[in-house]
């Protein structure tokens, strides 16, 4: 069945550091990829996403690209920000959202 | 108010308890759903609601029974629940049943099972 599979956690980056959260799936068929982010207290809120290959997601500085040929949807920002501590999560999508576990990053200034 | 709203936030219930999570979302959706999250553990989806009507539940134990009236409120009802049943549980709404964009969640129900 489908899956997600994400970097292991917790990572833990400075101020203005460059992020890189690795994600690759695993489908039958052709789905749409997204990020999430769950904030401390909170539900997830939808960051970016992308629905065909090559297409690249962006918000808030965040950036992602559907990767056919590597079944990748890595999460990149080039200067990453204490408000930017949470959990972030990869989940693809054919006939139902499937998540990956999880990562959990922070910022410290 | 806006968005998907829970309620409680945090619920402490004994094991003989029964006790019910509410869902309410504002915008116009017609497909609501359950998850589960728990520690160092992948989202775990329990139901899924259609226009009303169920149409996933994800092997859920009994003691956990999903009520959705209408297209805007989802109930999850829970009785003799276990320890291991300590979690948050999101609710999350979107239009059809497709997740193509993107699913609206809840902050969350903190559920503690002593």
């Known amino acids: 069945g489908d899956s997600v599979t994400q970097m292991e956690g917790p990572v833990t980056l400075s101020e203005e550091a460059f992020l890189t959260i690795n994600c690759t799936y695993t489908?039958?068929?052709?789905?749409?990829l997204f990020w999430y982010v769950q904030y401390p207290g909170e539900g997830l809120q939808l960051l970016l996403k992308?629905?065909?290959?090559?297409d690249k997601g962006s918000n808030k500085g965040f950036e992602a690209t559907y990767r056919k040929e590597t079944t990748s949807f890595h999460l990149e920002k080039g200067s990453v920000q204490v408000s930017d501590s949470a959990v972030y999560f990869c989940?693809?999508?054919?006939?139902?959202?499937?998540f990956g576990q999880g990562t959990r990053l922070t910022i410290n200034p | 108010e806006t968005g998907v709203t829970q309620t409680p936030r945090h619920l402490v219930m004994g094991m003989t308890n029964k006790k019910s999570l509410k869902c309410e979302q504002h915008?116009?959706?017609?497909?609501m759903y359950w998850y589960k999250q728990s520690a160092k553990k992948p989202l775990e989806l329990m139901f899924v609601?259609?226009?009303?009507?169920?149409?996933e539940n994800n092997s859920v134990p009994s003691r956990f029974s999903p009520e959705c009236p209408n297209s805007s409120h989802l109930f999850l009802h829970l009785h003799t629940l276990q320890p291991e049943d300590s979690a948050l549980y999101l609710c999350a709404s979107s239009q059809g049943d497709r997740p193509t964009p993107g699913y609206t969640f809840g902050s969350g129900t903190r559920l503690t099972v002593v």
């Open positions: 489908a039958t068929g052709y789905p749409s």
């Open positions: 989940a693809l999508s054919e006939s139902k959202l499937v």
């Open positions: 915008l116009g959706h017609n497909a």
């Open positions: 992308a629905t065909k290959a090559d």
């Open positions: 609601y259609n226009f009303k009507e169920q149409t």
